[in-house]
């Protein structure tokens, strides 16, 4: 089956510093989205996106499917960013969704 | 609106106890994922349903675990006889499937713990 990695694993910030997580599959895919469960386990939707860029506020992300590679950018970081970040891709042709070990975020005050 | 909605939230139980877990799914979306995390193995899909009928459930891990939906607005997944392996926290997600596009919207979840 498909493989997902997240890179760097651990990341520990001060407030203020940009940061930039990615996530590597090993097959193309109809669907990518980036979720962070925050340290009290709810998982948030961050982007669905399988392809191309998107930005919301100090977040962006770009995802380039042809090279099967996501890009997680996090701008201005500040400690409510403490969390982990995963990424979930589906195979095309299906539904089922892969997640990655997922890159554990803290940002220090 | 409401998002996915999952009960109970907690649930303590004894080894070789039934459990059953609970979700209503967003209103209008038509498959509905369950999940498991655990630290060992991370999140991982355990069967997902698409207008009500499951279309893979190789990721339930033994005949202990059955899930159903009977209809559009909930479903169930059951570990009967449950084990303390079982702990883990369970989530279920829906989505509005439509021209292979899958946007998951996540509940927030269910933590076991098996005495």
């Known amino acids: 089956g498909i493989q997902v990695e997240q890179s760097p694993p651990d990341l520990i910030l001060q407030e203020g510093a940009n940061s930039t997580l990615r996530c590597n599959f090993s097959d193309s895919v109809n669907n990518l989205q980036w979720f962070h469960q925050n340290p009290w386990g709810q998982l948030i939707n961050l982007f669905y996106?399988?392809?191309g860029t998107k930005q919301n506020g100090r977040l962006s992300a770009t995802t380039v499917a042809t090279e099967r590679y996501s890009l997680l950018y996090i701008s201005s970081s500040q400690t409510t960013d403490s969390g982990v970040y995963f990424c979930a891709v589906a195979n095309t042709g299906g539904f089922k969704t892969i997640f990655g070990a997922g890159t554990r975020l803290f940002v220090k005050a | 609106d409401a998002g996915v909605i999952q009960s109970p939230r907690h649930e303590v139980t004894e080894m070789g106890q039934e459990v059953t877990l609970r979700c209503k799914p967003i209103s209008g979306h038509n498959s509905l994922f369950w999940y498991r995390q655990t630290m060992m193995r991370g999140l991982e899909l355990l069967i997902y349903f698409n207008n009500n009928v499951p279309i893979d459930d190789s990721g339930m891990p033994e005949d202990r675990f059955s899930a159903k939906m009977p209809n559009a607005s909930f479903s169930t997944l059951k570990i009967q006889p449950s084990e303390p392996r079982d702990s883990a926290v369970y989530f279920c997600a829906s989505s509005l499937t439509s021209g292979g596009l899958n946007e998951q919207f996540f509940g927030p979840g269910t933590r076991l713990t098996v005495l």
């Open positions: 996106i399988p392809s």
